[in-house]
Structure formats: C-alpha cells, structure tokens
C-alpha cells in the first residue's frame, strides 16, 4: 500500500518552494501535488499543470442528444400521419426546436459529466488531508511506493518551511 | 471596488457558512409561517382539482388569465440567474462573485413554481402526460411537436435540469468546505455531496474551464427558453395583441429586466438577514443598476415597438385592443401603473448614484420593477381574450377568483420558502470566489493613492 505525507503551509511562497524542492529531489511528476482551499493562478506553484479532454465531452453529448431528438420527433410524426392542411407529415421548423434543446440537453449533462470525470471525481477515499487547507492553508502532498523517499521529502518540506507534516 | 476589505478566509467562512453552522433566529419562524402559506395554497390546488376549474374567474373568451400570468413571470424570473451568471462568468466581470449563486438559485426555484401553472391550469393535472411525454399506448397518438404547447415543456425541463446541475457544479468546492466544518450526519451528508473534493490543481481547473463551457452552453438555452414560451402567444394568430414576430426578443429581455431586477431584492435581503455587509456591498448595487437601466431601456423600445407594429398596419381590431388596453377601465388604470412601476419610476431614479448604492433604495424600486413587469404579461394574455369581439356570445368578464390570488401568493411564498431552506445547508454566496478574489488582489500605488486592483490571468 502507498504511503503519503501532506506538508502543510500558511503562505503561498514556502509552498511552492517545497514543490520546486520535490522537483529536484528527483521527485517524479504526478507523485506529487498541492491542495488549496481557492484556485491560484494556474501554475503558481510550479505544479504539473494537468491536461484534460473536457471539450470532447459536449460534443460527444450533443450528437447523441442530436441522434435521439432527430428519432423522436420525426418517428412520432410518421407513426401518426396527421395531414393538417394539406401540410406535409414532416413539419422541420417544429423539428428544429425540439431537436435544439435535446442537443443542447445532452451537450450540458455531457459536460458535467466530463467535469466530473476530469476532476477525478467522485473519490470517496481521498488519502490524506487537513480540514485547515479550506481556512486558506495550503497543502503539498506526495505519495510514494518506496518508503524509503519519506525522509527525502520530509526533508524538502522542512526545508521550505512546512508548518506542520502529517503521515497516512 | 474602494470598498473591498481585505478579509481572511477564517472570516469569509464563518461570516459566509453562517446559516449552515448556526440558525438565525429569525430562520425558524419565518420558514414556519412561509410552512403554513404553502400548506394553505397546497389546499387550495388541491381543492381546486378536486372541485374543478369552475372555482376559478376563468371563463368564456378569457382561458387563460392569472395561472398563465404568472407562469411567464416566474420563467422570466428564472432568466435571472443564467444572465448573471453566465454572461457574468465568461466576461470575467469581477462584480459576480457574491451574485451567481443565488441569482442561479433563483432559476432553480422560480422554473419549478413555473412549471406548476400550466399543470394545474389544465384543471385535470394527471392528464398532462398525455401531450407531452413521448410514450406508445395502443391508440399510437404521440405528442404533437408542432405544438409550442409541447415544446414548452421541453425547452423549459432542458432549462431547469441545466441549471440545477450547473448550481451543483459551482456548489462542489463549497460542499468541501461545508464538510471541513460538520460533524455527524452533516459532515457524512457534505461528504456524499462533495463527492471527494480536495481542491488539487486539477478539479480547479475543470472548475474553472468547465464553469466557462457549461456558462457558453446555457446562455442559448436561456435565449431559447422564453423565446418558446413567447411562442405559446404569438403563433395564436386569431388573438390580438398575441399575434407578433417580436415577442421571443421582446419576452427575453423583459425575463432579464424582472429577472435580474428579483437578484436586486434578493441580494438587499440576503446583505440584511445574514449581514454580509463585507461580502454584498453597495458597489454591487451599482453595477446592477447600471445593467438594469441599459436592459429597461432595450426592454422600452421592444414596448413601443411591439405598439407601432401593432398600430402600422391600421388593422381594425387590432387598434381596438390597444384602445381597450390603454384607454377603457380597468386596463388603463393597470396599464399606467404598469408603466410607472416597470420603468417611468425606477429607471430615472437609477441614473443617481446616490440611488443606486442606496440598498433600501434598490430593494423597493426593484420590487416595483416586478410589479409592473407582472402587469406586463397580465396586459398581454388577458385583453387579447377579453375584448369583445363579433360572433362571440359569452362575454363573461374576467375576474380572478380568491382561489386563483391564493395561488399567487402561494408561489411567492414557495419560492422564499425553497430558498430559506437551501440557505440551511447550502451556502448562498460562493465561498471560493470570495477567497479567490482575495487572492486575486493587489494593492497598487499610484502617486499617493493605494488602488486595490485585481489581477487577472491572461489566459
């Protein structure tokens, strides 16, 4: 089982002192990260700057909402051939309305999914943590298969300034 | 923004969490009497039902009056929050912060009283299913989608299930802190909810990119939403006064005025009852009322438009209904306190600083905003019907009945209650984007005088 540390900081400065410290203690991208209570400026931390593929997801969402609303309103039409005023079956400008907001439907639940999934969520074991990180501490956590980097890190966080260090 | 205060996150989270952690005095009482006006309307819906919509004024030629009245005034309160929060969100507006939650709230609670109206309007609620759910019976009679009757339906349960999960969405960092600050069955409750959230660099991210794209999204669902409902009317080519090509643009910029105008009084509200002085302050006021000239303004000419386009073509009727709507009683009194309330009182009183970063001054104008706004959509739906006209035989005056104003209130009172009950467990103003605009602030000396700016990533 992998085992983590969380080094906790007041200010933003000596955490990203501590990251840049993982960095060249040859500590590999991914196997750590930081944990704050509002977003920083992308990068602020000198963090692994993670890459997504969110705008799939509503593109993805709206051809099937597209497909589905496509079935529906045209199939029910066809399935009960009304002939009003001499009208075709077919009436495509109604079409279009119910087929927009299906598609625009799906697009939107896609998407949250995609936010969901891309965030990593949901993680009901989320390792170690401090209810502090939401009062405006920071957090940098590092999780290692190889026990033996505890002191390394430990070390780097120390050396940045970590406040506090909790083990799980 | 002079009147920032620079304030640390332990403030912002008992000051902004202090609903959720403790109950206001005057919570519990308030939430009781509203628990007792909803029950009476619950009653009185259900009389109704029972009894049949004879208990109503409605009558031949006025089939539609204060249920569907209020139902396109409650969707164009629920315009509120999309126009607030999306529009605001993805121009970066820095002013947004202590409105979007609950501007998106007000959507939420406004659709669903909405989407009330037209069902018991149909006197027969149970029935509904059978025009609007696609569903095969053995008589193969479907929905008829050619109807704006059905596409109401579905543009209105697109708009609602898109804001109800954009409000989770931005609720997830703060369901996180909610968790971080309960025990028990609160802290399990905040735990299941917050789905894990840690606040890594990586869900900020999709907080962030996914706040924009879902914004991006909703905003032609909110534009399509009254468009559709406008629709119920303006297809209706044997009424007057329904039968225009202006009214989708005319109805969505009358949503935003009411709508955003509903935000002006809930934010004077939420800044009284929970005192959030530091966090919704009279700047806030100004922007709004900066908004709501420009929209009131737009929403004026569609009116007068709406009237030259009706009056251009010299068509008979047509000119009988505008007669009948602004010079014979009772219209022309509703219709001059309509015009008053709606614009000729608040929108000059706006153009004063004074006034508009008065909060007591705001609450009030907004609130006449409403009133008249509701007039508005009276003035469309029921003098179209009302007016006599030839080959009709029943000429039976329209007069809401008790039932139909208890309902009314009723809806009023469901919503506040709704809300009041979110404020419970949920925070009302978005914590993080409190704290992130903290972070996001510098102050910069320029000669003498220390200006706090707010920085802004690039990208």
């Not at chain 1, 089982?1 to 040859?26: N, R, V, Y």
Request: aromatic share 14%; charged share 15%; proline share 6%.
């Amino acid at each position: 089982m992998s085992k983590s540390i969380l080094g906790l900081f007041q200010q933003p400065e000596p955490a990203a002192d501590a990251m840049d410290g993982l960095k060249e203690a040859g500590f590999e991208l991914g196997t750590f990260d930081v944990l704050t209570g509002t977003p920083y400026p992308e990068g602020a931390f000198g963090e692994y700057v993670p890459q997504h593929r969110l705008f799939r997801f509503p593109a993805f969402g709206a051809i099937i909402g597209f497909t589905l609303s496509v079935f529906l309103t045209a199939v029910t039409q066809l399935a009960y051939p009304m002939v009003t005023g001499g009208k075709p079956i077919m009436s495509i400008f109604a079409m279009l309305i119910i087929m927009y907001e299906m598609t625009m439907l799906a697009g939107v639940i896609a998407t949250v999914i995609g936010i969901v999934f891309e965030s990593r969520l949901p993680n009901m074991q989320p390792g170690i943590y401090d209810t502090r990180i939401t009062e405006g501490w920071i957090g940098v956590v590092i999780t290692f298969d190889d026990e033996s980097k505890v002191a390394d890190a430990e070390s780097v966080l120390n050396k940045a300034g970590a406040l506090e260090i909790k083990h799980a | 923004m002079q009147q920032r205060r620079e304030l640390d996150q332990v403030y912002t989270n008992r000051k902004l969490l202090n609903g959720q952690l403790d109950t206001p005095k005057w919570w519990l009482p308030t939430v009781s009497i509203l628990g007792v006006v909803v029950l009476i309307g619950v009653v009185v819906i259900a009389t109704m039902v029972n009894k049949g919509l004879g208990v109503t004024g409605l009558a031949r030629p006025v089939y539609w009056g204060l249920f569907i009245t209020t139902f396109v005034f409650w969707v164009g309160i629920s315009h509120a929050g999309i126009m607030i929060s999306a529009i605001l969100r993805l121009t970066q507006a820095e002013w947004r912060r202590p409105v979007t939650r609950a501007a998106e709230l007000l959507t939420v609670f406004s659709l669903l009283t909405a989407l009330v109206f037209p069902l018991i309007h149909a006197g027969r609620p149970w029935r509904i299913a059978y025009w609007i759910m696609p569903y095969d019976i053995s008589r193969g009679i479907y929905p008829n989608i050619r109807s704006p009757l059905i596409m109401d339906p579905v543009a209105i349960s697109t708009y609602l299930t898109g804001s109800t999960l954009f409000l989770y969405i931005a609720l997830l960092p703060d369901l996180g802190n909610l968790r971080d600050r309960t025990t028990g069955w609160k802290n399990a409750m905040y735990t299941v909810l917050s789905l894990g959230w840690r606040g890594n660099p990586r869900q900020w991210k999709m907080q962030t990119v996914g706040g924009i794209l879902l914004s991006a999204l909703m905003l032609p669902i909110f534009v399509s939403v009254h468009s559709i409902v406008s629709w119920d009317f303006a297809v209706a080519s044997a009424v007057e006064g329904w039968h225009s090509t202006i009214f989708a643009p005319y109805f969505v910029i009358g949503a935003v005025h009411s709508g955003v105008s509903a935000v002006v009084t809930m934010m004077a509200l939420m800044r009284w009852l929970w005192k959030w002085d530091d966090f919704i302050r009279p700047e806030h006021f100004d922007a709004l009322a900066r908004l709501l000239i420009v929209v009131a303004t737009g929403w004026l000419a569609f009116t007068f438009l709406e009237l030259t386009f009706a009056l251009y073509g010299q068509d008979a009727p047509e000119i009988a209904l505008r007669e009948m709507q602004m010079f014979q009683w009772p219209w022309n009194a509703l219709f001059i306190i309509f015009f008053l309330t709606a614009y000729a009182i608040p929108v000059p009183m706006w153009l004063f600083k004074r006034v508009r970063t008065n909060i007591a001054l705001m609450f009030w104008t907004s609130i006449l905003v409403n009133i008249g706004m509701w007039l508005e959509r009276f003035l469309i739906i029921v003098p179209g019907l009302a007016r006599r006209t030839p080959f009709v035989y029943t000429w039976e005056a329209y007069r809401p009945s008790p039932v139909e104003w208890t309902i009314f209130i009723w809806s009023f009172a469901w919503v506040t209650f709704l809300m009041l009950l979110f404020s419970k467990f949920f925070p009302l103003v978005p914590l993080f984007e409190q704290k992130e605009s903290q972070v996001f602030t510098e102050d910069v000396m320029i000669g003498r005088a220390k200006i706090p700016a707010i920085v802004r990533e690039a990208d």
